[in-house]
């Protein structure tokens, strides 16, 4: 189903240097990735190390991590619904998501004291997203303007926040996360066409960018291990690596080619724009969130192989699995794909074995892993039954 444009009267009215003609893409022209696009998403790499460093130094800034993550991914998100409408294919559009990036730079740069000496830091950066997110997506509607407003007000809840401490301060990062991530019911979804494949690969991409930031850790884990690299420390860090090639498998393997089908085959533009928020928005906010809180407890398993998860790092290596599990249902459940039963149990039971963690990190880990190649193997036969 291909996509009309707007009539010039329903679009902002730019500098005429700024403005430019959005031309529609339909679906059968296949919309990719551009390399500014990759290029673009490398900010999401240091973000993401960022977020899982402040949760290894200390798991008790979990809620800090999960209000930042949450109005981060609210606007990286965004970036890949704007260059789905509005694609970096000319000169002053590449620009601005390169002014974009600085912002994100800022952004990463303040993570660690977000809710310290850098929160203002981090509120400007985050100023510098939104105005330029806000102002290429308007070249392609005015629909957007609402939505614009929320995310400033966003921002000026997060930089008010900057002055603050302690419980109001997170109540008002709070207040920005409902704020921006409640405009959608505002605004609607109408207006905001999609190209299937482009949503899909996009996500794809950010999700495999925080995949290797699961395996920055091991190497990080390495590094802090005392002493010379023994034969436990490897096969350690082995198991992790199965386990960040177990949540790839769950996460890639046939979903993301039945997910673009089941989008391609959305009746209506306002249904499809509904399964990808649904589906590549909310349920990703507990797969990336699982991933870098499995990394952080992948991390302090290498470290020290032969003790215990201490400190909250069983709990955010169970957790983290299960979360992505759970996301990857809600995925499912937007999506209208098969097969959500089989990993809400798996996620119950890795959740159960958390304690397993208490007396040896790396049995933690290798059990982990084991139940969830089980997990993946059990749906393998199930979709070859299927015919999938």
């Known amino acids: 189903m291909s996509s009309s444009p707007e009539p010039r009267s329903s679009r902002l009215r730019l500098p005429r240097w700024f403005s430019e003609p959005v031309v529609p893409v339909s679906d059968h022209e296949d919309l990719r990735v551009s390399n500014l696009e990759l290029f673009f998403d490398l900010v999401f790499v240091f973000t993401a190390t960022q977020l899982t460093v402040l949760l290894a130094s200390d798991f008790g800034k979990l809620p800090q991590v999960v209000l930042m993550f949450g109005v981060i991914w609210w606007m990286f998100a965004g970036y890949a619904w704007l260059t789905n409408a509005v694609p970096p294919v000319r000169a002053t559009r590449r620009l601005f998501m390169l002014l974009a990036m600085g912002g994100w730079l800022i952004v990463a740069l303040a993570v660690p004291e977000a809710f310290g000496a850098k929160g203002t830091g981090f509120a400007i950066g985050l100023f510098v997203v939104i105005v330029v997110h806000g102002l290429m997506y308007l070249q392609s509607t005015m629909r957007f303007l609402s939505m614009f407003a929320s995310n400033l007000a966003g921002g000026v809840l997060v930089l008010v926040a900057a002055g603050t401490s302690g419980v109001p301060q997170h109540l008002l990062w709070l207040a920005a996360l409902l704020v921006m991530w409640g405009s959608p019911l505002l605004t609607g979804q109408e207006g905001f066409p999609l190209h299937p494949g482009h949503a899909v690969e996009r996500h794809g991409l950010v999700v495999i960018i925080a995949l290797g930031e699961s395996i920055v850790a091991i190497a990080v884990g390495i590094g802090d291990a005392p002493g010379p690299m023994s034969a436990a420390t490897i096969g350690t860090a082995l198991i992790g690596l199965a386990l960040s090639a177990g949540i790839w498998w769950a996460y890639f393997h046939l979903d993301l080619e039945r997910a ?18 649904l589906g590549f928005f909310y349920a990703h906010v507990p797969i990336l969130l699982g991933i870098i809180a499995l990394s952080a407890g992948v991390k302090k398993a290498v470290a020290h192989p032969g003790d215990p998860l201490t400190g909250g790092a069983s709990i955010a290596l169970a957790g983290g699995v299960a979360a992505v599990l759970l996301g990857s249902v809600a995925f499912r459940a937007a999506l209208g794909l098969p097969g959500r039963l089989l990993r809400t149990a798996t996620a119950a039971v890795i959740l159960a074995a958390m304690p397993l963690g208490w007396i040896t990190g790396v049995g933690q880990l290798a059990v982990t892993v084991l139940l969830l190649t089980g997990s993946l193997l059990l749906e393998e036969r199930a979709a070859a039954a299927r015919g999938a």
């Open 260 to 277: 673009e089908h089941a989008l391609k085959q959305a009746t209506g533009q306002v249904a499809r724009t509904r399964m990808v928020l």
